[in-house]
């Protein structure tokens, strides 16, 4: 049977909610995720609907008792009230004008695009320089304030004694048989070895118990050293009062037959050249590896400094592996949420692109790559996603045709906000730039130049690289054309009176279901087609159909 005309009235209008709102699934998911925020929005809204002042609760005062209110009315009764002729009209402020009809066909002309490109590869330039030239550590003099009554003793540290003449204690751990005469100039030539470094001062810099011993006894005595007696030797010559300070050097233990042995031992040798970290760092490397020249002793090296070049030798790679896994974090955070691929690419590229710059005008500013702006590095990586991100969605979901228009619409929604975030985080971290200590003058060096650098890439570099190298691929359709589908529209005949015979027959009325293609309008995504009108029947009494009749025409019909 067929359905009643009522039945169909009801699927024909569900047919137009569904096509209407093909995301209405996609849009609860969205709304399902903003909880908290939403519903404190909802309940202040309805407070403010309601005529009342939204932190107190009470009655707000009409707008005509605001000139004659006391100070404790204006400050505890104001509210915002419901426009009812006008609820949701927003008007599009002068810099969001300023972005969109003056700074956007600015930006687009050929000539101010191509000095944009310039400029953006003399800003790689200076960054690269300036990651040429970056400085690894900390100093120590760093880590006080800038009154500090220790800073002119490290200054003098740093003049006089790091430049020539630091000790450093080498140990001998697993010490040879020493009455082995060849072990013993092994020894000799290991403690060479650590002597005649680039950091070293030479031979005359050592300072070893072995060479003073035998001194002693060519010298003093005119005597030799005996192989199987070098211990006994060694005790003798320990035992004078003036010898007696060597023993601190030294680590006895006995052997399997009872005997002491000499189980390790320790000696000094003068550097230089270390008043950089740089050179601190570069002098504990090269000293170790002369270490793993002689496994068989398994030396060790040691400097109060060592304690702070440890951490030096690692910053480069945990910086650079940070970094890495950040920027993979932002690439893929940028897939998932910016609907086109080549989009997402440009949004990292971007943000290696501030990072870089971050990093290189960093060491031009002077700020060395320790541990703080290690960590202020890592923390540029989210204040640079936001500005590329940002302007990048913008440009995606743009309706209008052409790439210059995008960048225009784009900036006109988000230059404004883009603004307001750089400037807001700027003034919170500017009270930071007086402080006296390195830490803190660091810390808002590196934020300023994150997001100076971002703000430079969202609203300069960006835009001009999008509207150059995606022209088309990028492009999003807000709101894909559906399958057309048939509609069956209701006909109906009235009953009719014919003449067969010369006798009156008749003829009740009947329903006929005719199907007429859906037609979608581009031109406004809230107007439909209303469904097709029944025309009145004509004198003979036959049904006539007419198509709906919209002054807006379709660019697009599918059958």
């Known amino acids: 049977m067929c359905e009643s005309r009522g039945e169909m009235k009801v699927k024909e209008r569900e047919g137009w909610v569904k096509w209407r709102h093909p995301h209405v699934k996609d849009n609860k998911r969205v709304s399902k995720a903003i909880t908290f925020f939403a519903a404190l929005l909802a309940m202040f809204t309805k407070v403010e609907e309601s005529g009342r002042n939204t932190f107190l609760g009470v009655e707000a005062l009409p707008e005509t008792e605001l000139k004659v209110a006391t100070w404790r009315q204006r400050f505890f009764n104001l509210g915002s009230k419901p426009d009812p002729l006008n609820g949701n009209d927003v008007?599009?402020?002068?810099?969001?004008?300023?972005?969109?009809?003056?700074?956007?066909?600015?930006?687009?002309?050929?000539?101010?695009?191509?000095?944009?490109?310039?400029?953006?590869?003399?800003?790689?330039?200076?960054?690269?320089?300036?990651?040429?030239?970056?400085?690894?550590?900390?100093?120590?003099?760093?880590?006080?304030?800038?009154?500090?009554?220790?800073?002119?003793?490290?200054?003098?540290?740093?003049?006089?004694?790091?430049?020539y003449g630091a000790t450093l204690q080498i140990v001998v751990n697993n010490a040879p048989d020493l009455r082995?005469?060849?072990?013993?100039?092994?020894?000799?030539?290991?403690?060479?070895?650590?002597?005649?470094?680039?950091?070293?001062?030479?031979?005359?810099?050592?300072?070893?118990?072995?060479?003073?011993?035998e001194s002693y006894y060519r010298d003093n005595l005119d005597m030799k050293i005996i192989d199987l007696a070098f211990y006994s030797m060694l005790r003798h010559w320990l035992a004078s009062k003036h010898n007696n300070p060597w023993a601190e050097d030294l680590y006895w233990e006995e052997d399997a037959s009872g005997n002491s042995t000499l189980k390790s031992f320790r000696f000094l040798i003068g550097m230089r050249d270390l008043e950089a970290t740089q050179q601190q760092t570069d002098a504990t490397l090269l000293f170790r590896e002369v270490a793993d020249r002689w496994p068989e002793y398994n030396i060790t090296t040691f400097m109060p400094l060592w304690l702070f070049t440890d951490q030096f030798a690692i910053i480069v790679p945990n910086t650079v592996q940070n970094i890495i896994i950040a920027l993979a974090c932002m690439v893929l955070i940028a897939f998932l949420l910016i609907p086109q691929p080549m989009c997402a690419f440009w949004v990292a590229l971007a943000c290696g692109s501030i990072d870089f710059g971050v990093v290189g005008y960093m060491t031009l500013w002077g700020v060395n790559l320790d541990a703080i702006s290690m960590i202020t590095i890592i923390m540029s990586i989210g204040f640079s996603v936001d500005h590329s991100a940002h302007i990048t969605y913008g440009y995606v979901v743009s309706q209008a045709p052409l790439p210059a228009d995008r960048v225009r619409e784009a900036l006109a929604a988000l230059g404004w906000p883009?603004?307001?975030?750089?400037?807001?985080?700027?003034?919170?971290?500017?009270?930071?730039?007086?402080?006296?200590?390195?830490?803190?003058?660091?810390?808002?060096?590196t934020v300023l130049l994150a997001i100076t650098i971002g703000l430079l890439h969202g609203l300069v570099f960006l835009p001009v690289l999008l509207s150059m190298f995606v022209r088309g691929c990028c492009f999003m359709d807000v709101d894909p054309a559906p399958k057309a589908k048939e509609k069956v529209t209701p006909a109906v005949l009235k009953d009719s009176v014919t003449l067969e015979g010369g006798v009156e027959r008749w003829t009740p009325a009947t329903i006929h279901y005719i199907s007429t293609p859906s037609i979608r309008i581009f031109e406004s995504p809230d107007s439909f087609v209303s469904?097709?009108?029944?025309?009145?029947?004509?004198?003979?009494?036959?049904?006539?159909?007419?198509?709906?009749?919209?002054?807006?025409?379709?660019?697009?019909h599918k059958e």
């Not at 082995?180 to 290991?190: L, Q, Y």
């Not at 603004?419 to 390195?438: E, F, N, R």
């Open 418 to 445: 883009l603004c307001q975030g750089a400037l807001s985080t700027i003034i919170a971290v500017a009270v930071l730039a007086d402080v006296p200590a390195y830490m803190i003058v660091t810390f808002f060096k």
């Open 180 to 213: 082995n005469a060849a072990a013993r100039e092994r020894i000799r030539a290991m403690v060479v070895d650590f002597a005649t470094t680039r950091h070293s001062i030479g031979t005359e810099g050592v300072q070893f118990w072995m060479n003073e011993m």
């Open 91 to 163: 008007k599009e402020g002068a810099i969001s004008v300023f972005f969109r009809d003056w700074y956007g066909p600015l930006l687009m002309n050929r000539i101010v695009r191509g000095i944009a490109m310039v400029w953006y590869v003399i800003y790689l330039y200076f960054a690269y320089y300036g990651v040429t030239q970056i400085k690894e550590g900390l100093e120590p003099v760093n880590l006080l304030v800038e009154d500090s009554y220790a800073i002119p003793h490290y200054k003098l540290l740093q003049t006089y004694f790091w430049k």
């Open 531 to 556: 469904p097709t009108p029944i025309s009145e029947p004509n004198s003979a009494g036959t049904a006539i159909h007419n198509r709906s009749k919209s002054s807006v025409k379709s660019p697009e």
